[in-house]
């Protein structure tokens, strides 16, 4: 499969910061790639250079193999880590919105993701009149709307309460699996990054470099609750944790 994402040496340091230091990551196309990593070890960083929006220290992104500013052209559809609904527009609005910048509003297809994430009878509430999990549901519809080539997700369903978080992976997984769009997905939830993942990549303690990268060799199409419970993700799961743990120890030891 040719390469969509290329991270290539990438340092980035705010001021006496350094977030991030020769992290070198390549995500095929169609593939599902999660991030996980200690809190402050710089994947939302990471995800804000591909995206464009953050200017690299060193080293330099490409997507599909374009690099600077003709990201935007591949279709890169971001989910951003805190809220970033439009305040005075409704669910349906702000799930319409990445189709009206394309000039194909679909009303059969919002309302199919407003009903997938569970929203159906909110199309017409505003983001205040809904829960935080609620509004984290509209920025998926929202994403899908969009139906990028990359998705670049950050902590997607951090937000949600457990039951839900399982429905939606689920249904996320299903969606994904017929589209097979590139991810890139950083989460906190290292079950969830092997349930979902083709492969997981363990950014160290700040500065955060590339510790391990690890294959999910569990067949697809995957069922999330199948997959937890099949030996080969406990096995996954032990191994990557015990490396992870070490990370998030060491994070706690260094203040920001
Ligand atoms: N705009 C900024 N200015 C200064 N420092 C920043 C800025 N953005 C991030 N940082 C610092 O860079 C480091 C990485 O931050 P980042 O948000 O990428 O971490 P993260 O891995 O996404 O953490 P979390 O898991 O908590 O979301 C942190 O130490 C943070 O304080
Ligand atoms: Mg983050």
Same mark, same amino acid.
């Given at each position: 499969?040719?390469?969509?994402?290329?991270?290539?040496?990438?340092?980035?340091?705010?001021?006496?910061?350094?977030?991030?230091?020769?992290?070198?990551?390549?995500?095929?196309?169609?593939?599902?790639?999660?991030?996980?990593?200690?809190?402050?070890?710089?994947?939302?960083?990471?995800?804000?250079?591909?995206?464009?929006?953050?200017?690299?220290?060193?080293?330099?992104?490409?997507?599909?193999?374009?690099?600077?500013?003709?990201?935007?052209?591949?279709?890169?559809?971001?989910?951003?880590?805190?809220?970033?609904?439009?305040?005075?527009?409704?669910?349906?609005?702000?799930?319409?919105?990445?189709?009206?910048?394309?000039?194909?509003?679909?009303?059969?297809?919002?309302?199919?993701?407003?009903?997938?994430?569970?929203?159906?009878?909110?199309?017409?509430?505003?983001?205040?009149?809904?829960?935080?999990?609620?509004?984290?549901?509209?920025? #998926?519809?929202?994403?899908?709307?969009?139906?990028?080539?990359?998705?670049?997700?950050?902590?997607?369903?951090?937000?949600?309460?457990?039951?839900?978080?399982?429905?939606?992976?689920?249904?996320? #997984?299903?969606?994904?699996?017929?589209?097979?769009?590139?991810?890139?997905?950083?989460?906190?939830?290292?079950?969830?990054?092997?349930?979902?993942?083709?492969?997981?990549?363990?950014?160290?303690?700040?500065?955060?470099?590339?510790?391990?990268?690890?294959?999910?060799? #569990?067949?697809?199409?995957?069922?999330?609750?199948?997959?937890?419970?099949?030996?080969?993700?406990?096995?996954?799961?032990?191994?990557?944790?015990?490396?992870?743990?070490?990370?998030? #120890?060491?994070?706690?030891?260094?203040?920001?």
């Amino acid at each position: 499969m040719p390469t969509k994402v290329s991270v290539t040496n990438l340092s980035i340091a705010f001021g006496a910061t350094q977030a991030l230091e020769g992290v070198s990551l390549t995500v095929s196309d169609g593939e599902f790639v999660s991030i996980v990593g200690p809190s402050g070890c710089g994947k939302s960083t990471m995800l804000n250079v591909i995206a464009k929006l953050l200017p690299p220290t060193d080293g330099s992104t490409r997507v599909a193999g374009v690099e600077g500013n003709g990201a935007s052209a591949a279709k890169v559809g971001y989910m951003f880590q805190k809220d970033t609904l439009l305040p005075w527009a409704t669910t349906l609005d702000n799930v319409y919105l990445p189709m009206d910048v394309q000039g194909v509003r679909d009303s059969r297809k919002a309302g199919a993701l407003i009903d997938m994430v569970g929203l159906t009878g909110f199309e017409g509430h505003f983001p205040r009149q809904l829960s935080g999990g609620m509004r984290k549901r509209v920025q #998926l519809a929202r994403l899908l709307a969009q139906d990028p080539d990359v998705l670049l997700m950050d902590e997607p369903f951090g937000a949600l309460d457990a039951q839900t978080r399982l429905i939606i992976q689920e249904e996320f #997984l299903k969606i994904w699996e017929r589209s097979r769009k590139t991810v890139l997905f950083v989460t906190h939830d290292l079950q969830e990054a092997i349930a979902l993942s083709d492969r997981v990549v363990l950014i160290s303690a700040r500065p955060g470099r590339v510790k391990a990268v690890y294959r999910v060799d #569990l067949a697809r199409p995957r069922h999330v609750e199948e997959a937890m419970a099949h030996p080969r993700f406990m096995a996954l799961f032990q191994e990557i944790w015990a490396s992870l743990k070490q990370e998030v #120890l060491a994070s706690r030891e260094k203040p920001q």
